[in-house]
């Protein structure tokens, strides 16, 4: 393994469209690859499946960034993240996470998102009905960006006029890339983020509803609840994994269909595959790139390779779900891949509690698209595209064509 780190080139367009030559070229070079990553911070990239799957399960490896010793992560830490996510299940380890993740798993249940389909639909097939007549849009703005937004705002009781706000507070908190965002931006949109909240929870709290927060709220195990900061924390971590990672997963996974033909016409005329069609977009090309974060409690060996207490260390799941040790032609795009347990959603106790709705999301916006959008293609050649830079992936625009007047819902 060479000593020197291999920075991210995040400031080369050709590397932001498509990453995956270059992590194949890090994989290939070992199991652990010292690495620059978004803001210049040193990282450990942890790049081959097994070794991702057992990292994602080792309680040396902490969620909790307090663990790390690069002096440097502390003082790049926005205000949003050291007052909001050190209180939520994404940065914090057991016992905390255990009592936050049962906590939360009483109101986030299978049964309310099961529920969720009919309105999902519901919604879906609006943001169509507003395209189609045109043949043409832009389907990440149109269509991509505003169905998960719409569904977890209606979800957490957000009403329909503050939507725009909280959308673009929170793009202005989570742009990454070569170099960090502005502090002064970030921070100005966290406050306002946190304000909002905190008056929103207090609403919910004088006149609960029948949504997610109202049941957050009255959520106990034990006689404990969640706090104040807590249910700030989930509240805010559920409005960004709620639609964000959404967002990504419908655009890449229509950007991955349409330019695969094949797997284009097959999907077309084997719907009953959109759920493996979806496990494979997540595969392919995934919502997180290049992976998880964790900070090492101690001296841990990971593939015999000694990464000191402290360290950065990267679960890269964008690199490992392409291991061709554990995916057989694994640059290929495939909806009928079985056996495909990708690290998208991550592993082990923080899984993404989400995913059952991001799955549902995706299954309905991209099966619905399909059938009401027929001869749907690219309005640009596939080099065009436009891509969100670093840490959360996928196609900033999505301009496509299709013939317009498209069969009904």
Known sequence: MSERP?????????FVADPFPLYRRLREDGPVRRAVIAGGLDAWLVTRYEDG????????????????????????????????????????DPPDHTRLRRLVSKAFTARRVAM?????????????????PAGRAELVADFALPLPVTVISELLGVPVDDRHDFQRW?????????????????????????????????????????DLLSALISAHDEEQRLSHDEL?????????????TTVNLIGSGITALLTHPDQLALLRDRPDLLPDAIEEFLRYDGPVSPGI???????????????????????????????????????????????????????????????????????????TALRRLPDMALAVPPAELTWRPGGLRGPARL????AAGGPAA
């Open 53 to 92: 799957l057992a990292a994602l399960s080792d309680p040396r490896l902490s969620s909790d960034v307090r663990d790390a010793t690069d002096p440097r992560l502390a003082g790049q830490l926005p205000a949003f993240e050291r007052e909001s996510l050190m209180s939520s299940m994404l940065r914090s």
């Open 399 to 402: 301009p496509v064509t299709f």
């Open 232 to 244: 700030i924390a989930m509240t805010f971590l559920l409005l960004v994994a709620g639609y964000i």
């Open 6 to 14: 291999v920075p991210l080139p995040y400031a080369d367009p050709g």
């Open 293 to 367: 974060a964790r900070f090492a409690r101690e001296d841990v060996e990971i593939a015999g390779v000694t990464v000191p207490r402290g360290a950065t260390v990267l679960i890269a799941s964008a690199i490992a779900d392409r291991d061709p040790a554990r995916f057989p032609d694994p640059d290929r795009l495939d909806i009928t891949r079985r056996d495909n347990g990708h690290l998208a959603f991550g592993h082990g106790i923080h899984y993404c509690l989400g995913a059952p709705l991001a799955r549902l999301e995706g299954q309905i916006a991209i099966g």
């Open 170 to 210: 929170t793009d202005a908190m989570l742009v990454r890339g070569e170099r960090m965002p502005d502090p002064a931006v970030v921070n100005e949109a966290w406050q306002r983020m946190r304000a909002y909240l905190t008056a929103h929870l207090g609403a919910k709290r004088a006149r609960p509803g029948d």
């Open 116 to 132: 969720l389909r009919p309105r999902i639909q519901e919604i879906t097939d609006r943001l169509l009905d507003a395209v189609v």
